[in-house]
């Protein structure tokens, strides 16, 4: 069974930066691709980033494009997204998602990823 448990969020002023970690376990196949989701109040969930197991690919939202940045350390099992220059449209809980099924030049779907973490909020106001 897959795990996934996101850590990290907060209150941060606008322009400011935040680190979300995602440490997971429980995957069977070499292949697996681990995202980050967003959602904010009164808006559906949205992906924000992901990384691939078995390389560097990397997926990111135009929204977020230069400002975040998705890495992985596989001694830790762990996934990290830095978020900077950070802007009050970014406020969302963010959500870790585990999966077998997105791959490079795929949309960032919710049907792609199986197994959810129970998220973290990012609140970015001054």
């Known amino acids: 069974q897959v795990r996934l448990a996101e850590s990290g969020g907060g209150l941060v002023q606008p322009g400011g930066s935040l680190r979300l970690s995602c440490a997971f376990s429980?995957?069977?196949?070499?292949?697996?691709?681990v995202a980050w989701f967003r959602q904010a109040p009164g808006k559906e969930r949205e992906g924000v980033s992901c990384i691939e197991s078995s390389d560097d690919i990397t997926y990111y939202a135009d929204s977020v494009k230069g400002r975040f940045t998705i890495s992985r350390d596989n001694a830790e099992n762990t996934v990290y997204l830095q978020m900077n220059s950070l802007k009050p449209e970014d406020t969302a809980v963010y959500y870790c998602?585990?999966?077998?099924?997105?791959?490079?030049?795929?949309?960032?779907?919710?049907?792609?990823?199986?197994?959810w973490g129970q998220g973290t909020q990012v609140t970015v106001s001054s």
């Open positions: 998602a585990g999966g077998s099924m997105w791959y490079d030049g795929d949309a960032l779907e919710e049907v792609d990823f199986a197994s």
């Open positions: 429980g995957f069977t196949l070499d292949y697996y691709v």
